[in-house]
């Protein structure tokens, strides 16, 4: 398992979407101090990438796993050649409200912006 500083980390994550994902994995009673977000890429939409994120319990064996303040991010070494230097940011406002990747990877987004390709 690969473990880097905030600062260090390949993806970094927004102070707002830290909280915001804390408050979540709060609310599923998950032990923040053994659990995280896990942040992957997975085949799908028109332009044949998407995001993922759901909450575990434990990091995989290979896993690059983060700390930013106190929220654990883990990704699986295929997703993280498509999220190198990427931000996970939360967004709040009129139009949506949500957790949203900026990645420098990528060329091309569908229409609605919920898939890519590198």
Known sequence: MSTDAATGGRVDVTDDAVE???SLLNS?????D???LRLFVQQGG????????????EPDEDDH??????????VDPASLDYLEGSVLDFESGLQAEG?????PNV????????????
């Open 46 to 57: 028109c332009a044949g990438l998407s995001y993922g994120m759901r909450f575990e319990d």
């Open 34 to 36: 053994e659990s995280g």
């Open 107 to 118: 060329v091309s987004e569908c229409g609605c912006g919920e898939s890519f390709r590198t």
């Open 99 to 103: 957790f949203h990747v900026e990645n």
């Open 28 to 32: 599923e009673e998950m032990d923040p």
């Open 65 to 74: 796993v983060t700390d930013h303040d106190g929220l654990r991010v883990f």
């Open 20 to 22: 915001q994902a804390l």
